[in-house]
């Protein structure tokens, strides 16, 4: 069994910055591939940026690229996202996934509230 657990959510003004955390436990945790999702009040859970777990090879939705950087730490069990020149339309609940292909994890969720 996995558990996933955010942290590092907040309010900040716009053009500011903030780094989510992702920390996994569970004996053996070996995904396919880490992502970053985020509820927006009224719209439907986006994809915001994917880290495969071996290659580090990384995608990102194109609202953010430039802005924010996924990262994993293999060896503490942790995905990473930092977040800069946050913009209001920014302000949701973001969640972690571990993507295991036939199935998948999901963390509580952290929420980012980017003000004008």
């Given at each position: 069994q996995?558990q ?7 309010s ?10 992702c920390a996994?436990?569970g004996r053996?945790f ?5 992502d ?5 009040p009224?719209k439907?859970r986006?994809?915001v940026?994917?880290?495969?777990w071996i290659?580090?090879n990384t995608?990102?939705t194109?609202?953010v690229e430039?802005r ?13 996202l930092q ?8 302000t ?5 996934r ?5 199935r998948d994890?999901?963390g509580?969720g952290?929420?980012v509230?980017?003000?004008s």
């Amino acid at each position: 069994q996995v558990q996933l657990v955010e942290s590092g959510g907040g309010s900040v003004q716009a053009g500011g910055s903030l780094r989510l955390s992702c920390a996994a436990s569970g004996r053996t945790f070996n995904p396919f591939a880490m992502d970053w999702y985020r509820l927006a009040p009224g719209k439907d859970r986006d994809l915001v940026a994917r880290i495969m777990w071996i290659t580090g090879n990384t995608n990102y939705t194109k609202s953010v690229e430039g802005r924010f950087t996924i990262s994993r730490d293999r060896a503490k069990k942790t995905v990473y996202l930092q977040m800069d020149s946050l913009k209001p339309e920014d302000t949701a609940i973001y969640y972690c996934r571990a993507d295991y292909a036939v199935r998948d994890y999901w963390g509580q969720g952290t929420q980012v509230t980017v003000s004008s």
